[in-house]
């Protein structure tokens, strides 16, 4: 599995930016099967859970810091998924990478496949 993460830039606090992250991969044929994530690492700071999303369904999760300021969607037909974040604050910036895994879960050593991050930085 091949993840491609991009969408990152420089935006002021209260504006809005778009992730994405295209999977492809001979084992990403069955999409059914994945859970895909983001999370993010702040320089100095651990790395840290933002949303997730299953595929089959299209259950949605996100951490408090984020929630109803972002948004996890996927596009089925382009084998992708979006983080719509709006709202944005300057503590928002970090280094954001998608993950996959077949199980799910919060924590970033549960996930096996990454993408190569996108900077996004916020500011005041």
């Known amino acids: 599995v091949q993840l491609q993460a991009s969408g990152g830039g420089l935006v002021q606090a209260g504006g809005s930016l778009r992730l994405s992250c295209t999977a492809s991969?001979?084992?990403?044929?069955?999409?059914?099967?994945?859970?895909m994530a983001w999370f993010r690492q702040a320089p100095g700071k651990e790395r840290e859970f933002v949303a997730i999303?299953?595929?089959?369904?299209?259950?949605?999760y996100y951490a408090d810091s984020v929630k109803g300021r972002f948004t996890i969607s996927r596009d089925d037909t382009k084998n992708t998924v979006y983080l719509q974040m709006n709202s944005l604050k300057p503590e928002d910036t970090a280094i954001y990478y998608c993950?996959?895994?077949?199980?799910?879960?919060?924590?970033?050593?549960?996930?096996?496949?990454w993408g190569q991050g996108t900077l996004v930085t916020v500011s005041s």
């Open positions: 993950a996959a895994n077949q199980q799910g879960g919060s924590s970033w050593f549960l996930y096996g496949y």
């Open positions: 991969g001979r084992s990403f044929s069955s999409f059914s099967s994945y859970v």
């Open positions: 999303l299953r595929w089959t369904g299209g259950t949605t």
